[in-house]
C-alpha cells in the first residue's frame, strides 16, 4: 500500500446522497480478473450517456472541478460489496473520499486500497459544499497525522482508528497484522467448535 | 452477564483484541465465487502466501453465469476467462468447487444453506454483500471485498471493529398477502437505507419464529440495504428440522453437537441493545418499490409519498413516475422471479400455485430463474415445470441473473420489471431499466395481470389461499 501522511488538492463535490456502488462501477464493467483497468468505467452511466457521448453537466465532466478529494453526500458506497468500487475511484486518481456517513463495506475496501474515507460533521460538509459553488478552486488540506480536514480558515477534525491511521502512514496492511499473530490463531483454532 | 445471540457468537469468535474496538475474528465458513475471488488469488500469488485452510472454503459461480445453454462454452470471451480462472484457482488450491455443470451449482446464498454448509452459530463470510443471508442461522454473516477474501485465505481470520446492536421485534398477525419480502421491505421504509449502518440486526418476536427457513433467509439477507454489517435471527426447531433434511446432513454425532449449541444460541432475557424498534404487522400490506433505493417503498394501493427532496425528485425522474401519483394499474412488461433472496424452492411452488391453470398477460415476459441446480431439480420433479410452460414462464438454469445485470439477462432501457430481487438501484438490471421490488406472489399476480394491482382485492376475489 501506498503511504499516506498529508496531502493538498483541490476537491470534486458530488452532492447526491445514497451513491451506490453499482453507480460508482455497473456490474458489466466487472468482468476483469485484475484490479487495474476501472477508472475509465468510474460513474460510467452518469458520465456517458447510452450513445457513449459525455455529458456536460456530470460533475466529473466539468472542467473547473478537478483535484484528488471526492465530496459526496451521506450513505455514500452503499450496496454491493464491490471492492471494484473502491479500485475504481483509486484508478481515476482520487485518494480521499469525504462524506458525512459511509457504508459500512466500502469503507473497509477503500481503507484496504490506501483510498483514505474521512467522515466529517453535515455542517461541515455543507459549508464545503457552499463555498466550492463559489469558488471550486478551494485548496484543502488533509493531514492524518493530526486528523484534520482544513480550507481557508476552517478546521475541522476527523476519526480514525489507530491501527488503519498507522496502517495509512506505514503504508502496510491487514495481512501483515494477521501473520505476526499467527500462533495465536493456530492455538485458537484448535477449540473452535466448527474446526 | 446477559448476553446477546450476536455477542455469544462473535465473543466465541475473538482471537485476539487488537485495541478496545478492533477484533481478530475467526471465520468458520468462506463462500467464494468467480466476480470478488480473482484478484485475491493473484494478490496472495504475488505475495508468495498460501491459502492456509482451504476445506473451509466452498466455491460456485453464480454472478456471470449464463441462464440459457449453460451445457455450451460460454460465449462472452471475459465472462468465460472469468469463469474458467475460479475453477483453475480451485483446482491448483485444492477448493470444493460447485462449477456449471456440478449438481450442486447455484447462487452462493441459495446453496450454502441448501445444502447444510451453512451452520448454526458460525462465523461466514463471502465477496458478495448479502452475505447476510446466512444470518437465519443464528450465523454472525456479513459480505466482504476482495482484500478481504484474500486475508480470509491466508489467515482464516479478519481484522473487524465490534459493531453496535440493533434489535427488531415484529409482532401480530399476517395480512392477506403479506410475504417475508413485505415484511423486510416494509423494515427498509422505516428505517431507510443507512439506518442500520454501524449495527448488527436481531430480528426477533412472533412474526420471525413462526417462519420456515426460506422466509427467514429473505429477511436476514436484504439487511444490507439498510446498511447494516448483517442481521440474524435465533436457532430454534425449525432451523434443527430444516437442516436434518440436508444433503450435507451433519451427521448424528455432530447433530448432537449443534443441537447443544443451539441451545445456548439466545438472546438472554436482561441482555442490553444499542437501538431497539418494535413493529406490528396488522399494518404491513402488500409492498412494492417505486423509486431507486430498496427502502423507497408503499403499500400496493398507497400513492407515492409527497414532499421528499431532491433525492426523490432524481429518483422518481429515473422511474418515470410523479409524487402522488398510484401504481396501479401500471403497465408491467417484465417480471423477474429471481436473486438470493426470492429463487428458493418455496418461493417457486408460491407462485406455482398461484399461476396454475392460468397465463401470463400478452404484454409481459416472465423469467423464473431458480436459485440452484437443486431447485430447479425440484421444479421439475414435482412438475412445477409444466404450470410454468403452461402459464408462458420462461424457466431458466440457476444464477444472478437479472438480478444484477452482469451476464446478458437484461432489462431493456426505459422499461419496468416486477422483480423478487433485492435492488433497484439506476441501472441495476440494465442501463435504464426501472425495477419495482416485491414478493414472489406479487410477481406471479403481475405476470398474470400484466401489470400492478391491488393485492389485497385480487386476492379476495380470486379466493386464492396463500397463508400457510
Redesign the interface.
Known amino acids: 500500500m501506498e503511504k499516506f501522511i498529508t496531502l493538498f488538492s483541490t476537491a470534486v463535490p458530488l452532492f ?3 451513491i ?1 456502488t ?2 460508482i462501477i ?3 464493467f ?6 487495474s483497468d476501472f477508472g475509465k468505467n468510474l460513474f460510467r ?1 452518469w458520465r456517458y450517456d ?1 450513445n457513449g457521448k459525455i455529458k456536460k453537466n456530470f460533475i466529473l465532466n466539468k472542467k473547473k472541478y478537478s483535484g484528488n478529494i471526492l465530496i459526496t453526500g ?2 455514500f458506497g ?6 471494484h468500487a ?1 479500485w475504481a475511484i483509486r484508478d481515476y486518481g482520487f485518494k480521499v473520499v469525504i462524506s458525512n ?1 459511509f ?3 466500502f469503507k ?2 477503500a481503507l ?2 490506501g483510498l483514505l474515507t474521512i467522515e466529517l460533521k453535515k455542517d461541515f460538509i455543507n459549508l464545503i459544499y457552499k463555498k466550492m459553488f463559489l469558488n471550486p478552486n478551494i485548496l484543502f488540506e488533509i493531514n492524518l497525522e493530526h486528523q484534520y480536514v482544513k480550507f481557508e480558515n476552517n478546521k475541522e477534525f476527523f476519526k480514525i ?3 488503519k491511521k498507522k496502517c495509512f502512514i506505514n503504508g502496510y ?3 501483515e ?3 505476526s ?2 500462533k ?2 493456530e492455538i ?2 484448535k477449540k ?3 474446526n | 452477564m446477559n448476553k446477546t445471540l450476536f455477542e455469544k457468537v462473535w465473543e466465541s469468535h475473538v482471537v485476539f483484541s487488537l485495541n478496545k474496538k478492533i477484533d481478530v475474528l475467526s471465520i468458520d465458513r468462506h463462500y467464494i465465487h468467480e466476480v470478488t475471488s480473482s484478484q485475491a488469488f493473484e494478490e496472495l500469488k504475488k505475495r508468495k502466501i498460501p491459502i492456509l485452510r482451504n476445506n473451509k472454503i466452498i466455491a460456485t459461480t453464480d454472478h456471470n453465469v449464463p441462464t440459457k445453454n449453460q451445457h455450451l462454452p460460454i460465449k462472452d470471451v471475459l465472462s468465460k476467462f472469468q469463469i474458467e480462472t475460479l475453477e483453475k484457482n480451485c483446482y491448483d488450491n485444492g477448493i470444493l468447487f460447485f462449477g456449471l455443470k456440478h449438481d450442486f451449482q447455484g447462487i452462493v446464498h441459495v446453496i450454502g444453506p441448501e445444502l447444510g454448509i451453512t451452520l448454526p452459530g458460525m462465523t461466514i463470510v463471502c465477496g458478495d454483500s448479502h452475505t447476510s443471508t446466512h444470518g437465519a442461522f443464528g450465523c454472525i454473516a456479513f459480505g466482504i471485498g476482495t482484500s478481504q477474501v484474500a486475508m480470509v485465505m491466508a489467515t482464516q481470520c479478519l481484522l473487524q471493529t465490534k459493531p453496535k446492536q440493533m434489535r427488531i421485534k415484529l409482532e401480530g398477525k399476517l395480512n392477506l398477502g403479506v410475504t417475508a419480502k413485505d415484511i423486510i421491505l416494509y423494515i427498509l421504509s422505516k428505517l431507510g437505507p443507512d439506518g442500520g449502518t454501524g449495527y448488527f440486526i436481531e430480528y426477533s418476536g412472533y412474526v420471525f419464529k413462526r417462519m420456515n427457513m426460506e422466509e427467514r433467509m429473505t429477511v436476514c439477507n436484504m439487511s444490507i440495504e439498510m446498511g447494516a454489517r448483517g442481521g440474524m435471527i435465533e436457532p430454534d426447531s425449525t432451523t434443527l428440522k430444516y437442516l436434518k433434511q440436508r444433503i450435507f446432513y451433519p451427521k448424528e454425532k455432530e447433530f448432537k453437537k449443534i443441537k447443544k449449541i443451539c441451545k445456548n444460541l439466545k438472546t438472554d432475557k436482561k441482555a442490553l441493545f444499542d437501538k431497539e424498534y418494535k413493529f406490528n404487522s396488522d399494518n404491513i400490506y402488500p409492498i412494492i418499490t417505486y423509486g431507486t433505493n430498496p427502502s423507497m417503498c408503499i403499500s400496493i394501493s398507497d400513492p407515492i409519498p409527497i414532499g421528499y427532496k431532491n433525492l426523490q425528485i432524481k429518483s422518481l425522474k429515473y422511474m418515470g413516475l410523479k409524487e402522488g401519483e398510484y401504481l396501479l394499474g401500471l403497465k408491467i412488461n417484465y417480471v423477474f422471479i429471481g436473486s438470493c433472496t426470492n429463487s428458493r424452492i418455496e418461493d417457486i411452488r408460491l407462485v406455482s400455485k398461484l399461476i396454475k391453470n392460468k397465463k401470463k398477460a400478452d404484454n409481459v415476459y416472465v423469467m423464473v430463474v431458480p436459485g440452484s441446480k437443486q431447485v430447479y431439480k425440484k421444479i421439475i420433479n414435482s412438475g412445477i415445470d409444466l404450470i410454468l410452460l403452461n402459464a408462458g414462464f420462461e424457466l431458466r438454469k440457476p444464477g444472478c441473473s437479472a438480478c444484477l445485470g452482469m451476464n446478458e439477462d437484461k432489462i431493456p432501457y426505459g422499461e419496468y420489471c416486477l422483480s423478487t430481487s433485492n435492488r433497484n438501484f439506476e441501472g441495476r438490471q440494465g442501463k435504464g431499466a426501472r425495477t419495482l421490488l416485491a414478493s414472489p406472489l406479487v410477481a406471479a399476480i403481475t405476470a398474470i395481470e400484466g401489470k400492478i394491482v391491488n393485492i389485497t382485492e385480487y386476492i379476495k376475489t380470486n379466493t386464492i389461499i396463500v397463508c400457510k
Open positions: 447526491i446522497d445514497n451506490d453499482d453507480q455497473p456490474a458489466r466487472l468482468k476483469l480478473t485484475t484490479k452511466d447510452s451521506k450513505n452503499c450496496g454491493s460489496s464491490r471492492e473502491a456517513i457504508a459500512d463495506i473497509q475496501n484496504n486500497n482508528d489507530d491501527f496492511d491487514d495481512i497484522l494477521l501473520f499473530i499467527k495465536k490463531i485458537f483454532e473452535n467448535i466448527y
